[in-house]
C-alpha cells in the first residue's frame, strides 16, 4: 500500500513527487518517463521565476535533472482508471493495478475533447485500454481512434485481434497497415447505439462496429475517477487541492486556467502537502 500515486508527468507531477520524496513518504508516479510532451513543445516561457526566457526543452532538462537527484523514478504506465475503495484507492493500469491511500491528479487537460457518445457508452462498447479490453472483440468490427504516433503500437495489437480495423489517427504520418485495416483521415462526430456502442458518426460516412477504441494520452478525469465532481471541464477543487473525494486531490491544467507552469508546480506542493496532512490525520 503507498503512501499516494500521482497519475501525470507535467509539472504538478513533477513538483507533488519532489515535496513527497523531501517528506519522507512512500510513493509512486506514474506517466511518461520522458515527461510531459506539452513541457518540451513550448518556444519560450517568460514567467517562470528564476529561469527568465528558457524554452521549453530547457525546463524539461531542468526538471529531469532535479528528479535524477531527488532519486525519484518515474514508473511508465498509463492509468485506465481509479477506484475509491473507501479507506484507499484502487489504480487499474491496463492489467497491473495498485493500492494507495491517497491520489495526486496532475494529468493536465485532453487536447481532444471527449466526442459525444464516449463517455455515454465508456464500459459499452466504449474503451481506452486495448490491454484490458482488445480481447473482447476478437474476431469482430472495431473502429480505433488514435490521438499520437506514440500509442500506434496499441493499435497494431488491436488490428491482430480484430476481423475489421476503420482506423482513424488524428496526427501526421501514420503507418498502420494490414489487410483487415481502413484508414479513414477524418475526426469522429459521435458515437452511437442503443444500449451499446453500434456505429461511430464521420463526416462523410457513418461506420458500423461491435466496438470503438480510443487511443489517447490523456483521458478525461470524470471517465477515468467514478464521482470525482468537475466543473467547467476542470476537477474542483479547493485552495488546498482537495476535491469532493477523501484522499483524491487535484494539481495542475485540469483543475482549470491559467495554464501555467508556475500555478501548475505551485498546485503541485500544496497539493503534496496536503497528502501528508491527510496522512497525519489518518494516523
Not at 498509463?78 to 484507499?88: L, P
Not at 459525444?116 to 472483440?137: H, I, K, N, Q, W
Not at 475517477?225 to 476542470?234: A, T
Not at 502537502?273 to 496522512?279: A, G, I, R
Request: hydrophobic share 40%.
Amino acid at each position: 500500500m503507498y503512501d499516494c500515486i500521482i497519475i501525470g508527468t507535467g509539472a504538478a507531477g513533477v513538483s507533488a513527487a519532489l515535496t513527497l520524496k523531501a517528506r519522507g513518504k512512500n510513493f509512486l508516479h506514474l506517466g511518461n518517463p520522458a515527461l510531459s510532451a506539452k513541457i518540451g513543445a513550448a518556444e519560450k516561457i517568460n514567467n517562470y521565476p528564476g529561469l527568465p526566457a528558457i524554452d521549453g526543452e530547457g525546463l524539461k532538462k531542468a526538471f529531469l535533472n532535479h528528479l535524477e537527484e531527488a532519486g525519484i523514478q518515474i514508473t511508465p504506465a498509463q492509468v485506465t482508471g481509479v477506484y475509491d475503495m473507501g479507506g484507499y484507492f484502487g489504480v487499474l493500469c491496463g492489467q497491473e493495478s495498485y493500492q494507495t491511500t491517497t491520489v495526486i491528479l496532475a494529468t493536465g487537460v485532453e487536447a481532444v475533447r471527449p466526442a459525444p457518445g464516449e463517455l455515454e457508452f465508456l464500459g459499452r462498447g466504449v474503451s481506452y485500454c486495448a490491454t484490458c479490453d482488445g480481447m473482447l472483440y476478437k474476431g469482430k468490427k472495431i473502429v480505433v481512434v488514435c490521438t499520437s504516433k506514440s500509442m500506434e503500437e496499441e493499435a497494431e495489437y488491436l488490428s491482430s485481434l480484430a476481423a475489421e480495423v476503420v482506423y482513424a489517427p488524428l496526427y501526421k504520418g501514420a503507418e498502420l497497415k494490414g489487410e483487415n485495416v481502413r484508414c479513414i483521415n477524418d475526426m469522429p462526430r459521435a458515437i452511437e447505439g442503443d444500449k451499446r456502442a453500434e456505429r461511430v458518426v464521420f463526416k462523410n460516412e457513418t461506420v458500423p462496429c461491435d466496438g470503438v477504441f480510443m487511443l489517447k494520452s490523456a483521458i478525461a478525469p470524470s471517465a477515468l475517477v467514478p464521482g470525482l465532481k468537475s466543473e467547467d471541464g476542470h476537477v474542483a477543487t479547493d485552495r488546498q487541492c482537495r476535491t469532493n473525494l477523501a484522499g483524491f486531490f487535484a494539481a495542475g491544467d485540469c483543475t482549470g486556467r491559467p495554464y501555467q507552469y508556475a500555478k501548475a508546480v505551485g498546485e503541485g506542493n500544496v497539493a503534496a502537502h496536503s497528502v501528508c496532512d491527510f496522512l497525519a490525520e489518518k494516523k
